[in-house]
């Protein structure tokens, strides 16, 4: 049975992560990207289904770890009654190379380990030919996958794993290298374990020195943006929303999705965060994935793309694999890229917008490009969408997602480099449009709040957004009124609601975690407000469900008092960057909501 979902921590290179348990059991890894195959799926099964565990052989073997300062190397120190010893876990920056290494190191007196590997190709399901090279590397090959094991001790064969058996003393060190590659060529190289770590270290000291600092919240966003920066795709800048697939919203239930995928809308929250913190380099590279992915016709703006924009993200069901504590199905694909979602194109042109002003340049042509989305979403804006949540009930007219439509129009129509053309006059008068639509329809009557979708009395998490923009000012009784409502109907033991399930909206059977992003958009709006105080106390709340290395999943369990979901998710990860930064800035401004920051979430708002 695989750990709590906060029991695991993160390794990554950028290309690709494994997730490490508590007791040294690597539960899932994909190779060579984010988005293959599992070699290792024990995570959505058992250890039938692929595990590589290095621990002591004393069962009562006590542990603590802890990343190396602003990096994702994770060191696992071990005490057993006869010594101790530290396992540093790591994905090396090795080139294309991508793979796994461990470096056991005794530190004082003598202590007994055991490593077992089980190597299963296609999540759980193909079973390797595993051969043994020479004294020091063993090769498992099954299909188009091959990966080599290379260590100085003795990796012998025991019915359908590999186990090794070693003592380490005090001084010694053994090192474990797994490498992948395509098994029609010959094995990867072998590295040099130490001086793979201390390039590692050197890459990841680099980059989280660079962060812009946020008084007393640095260290809890620089482990975010670290987060981040681990789940990116280096070879085209893309960012995953997480590095699993399947971990479930809610125990037992059917919503389980895979998100090794990079969202569009991710890419404008990631934008700003990345802006926000400092690093223009990166969030250049993810505007240039951006662009590349959605060229073309802008009929064919998709939700989300692969790492490297692919298109077809065709959903699909792993049969064999029982899921995380038996929440099934196991989805491989996601049908969402399929869907219709107005908001994205509002995301784009925020968050383009807000990259400008802060000094990230865009390319000649992204005029052109803009001109050719605005006319489209001019002749599509009346339509009924899925919405952010990615419903697969009925489309319906989402607030949200009209007033993201707006902000694109109103952002266009504001640029500088647009002043005085008719262009500019056009999409004022859309912007104009649209913001009359959705006050007549997008209103509740009696409450005076905006309302989830047109005639309903619903209220939505996402309208904790349209607050955050100028759609109103921030003092429009329209706006406190719907802080009030979510505070009212979506706040459940002190966390936000992504909107009521047992209304049927989603088309799915109700029930689900609270998904934190819209706690830290609660943070966000209370700052709007002047509400500073409880502003930083939900904060100080929400980080306190960091696990013990700073990781949050996409959802949280009040009840159960359990993280759920995708994980490490990087929309939790950027919603608390941008809050740690608009209450920095809140804190430091006066109490009349007028003099509030500028919101950093979602980009673009509040110019």
Known sequence: MAARIEDYAMIGNCRSAALVSRDGSIDWLCLPRFDSAACFASLLGDESHGCWRLAPADPTAESRRDYIDGSLVLRTEWTTATGRARVTDFMPFAGEQVGVIRIVEGIEGRVDFEALVRIRFDYGNAVPWVTRVDDETLTAVAGPDLLVMRSPVPVEGEGMHSVARFVVAAGEIVPFALAWGPSHLSPPEAIDPMIALEDSLAFWEDWSGRCRDVGEWSDIVRRSLVVLKGLSYLPTGGIVAAPTTSLPEWIG??????????????????????????????????????????????????????????????????????????????????????????????????AFSHAVRHGVALQPEADSVQEVFLDHLASIWRHPDEGIWEIRGEPRHFVHSKVMAWLAFQRASEQPRQAGSPLSARWRGIADEIKADILAKGIDPKRGCFTQSYGSTQVDASLLLVTLTDFLPPDDPRVVATVRAVESDLLVDGFVLRYDTRSGVDGLSPGEGQFLPCSFWLVENYVLLGRIDEARALFERLISLTNDLGLLAEEYDPRSKRLLGNFPQAFSHVALVNAAYSLARGSSATADVHAAPESTYPPGVRA
Request: net charge negative.
């Open 253 to 350: 239930s059917e919503r389980n999705w895979d998100y090794r995928y990079c969202w569009a809308r991710d890419a404008t929250f990631v934008l700003s965060a990345l802006v926000n913190a400092g690093y223009h380099g990166e969030a250049s590279a993810w505007r240039d994935w951006v662009r590349r992915a959605v060229a073309g016709s802008p009929g064919q703006l998709q939700v989300l793309y692969g790492l490297a924009g692919e298109r077809r993200l065709e959903e699909y069901e792993l049969p064999w694999l029982p899921g995380y504590e038996g929440s099934r199905p196991v989805r491989v694909g996601n049908a969402a890229s399929s869907q219709f979602q107005l908001d994205i194109f509002g995301e784009l042109v925020g």
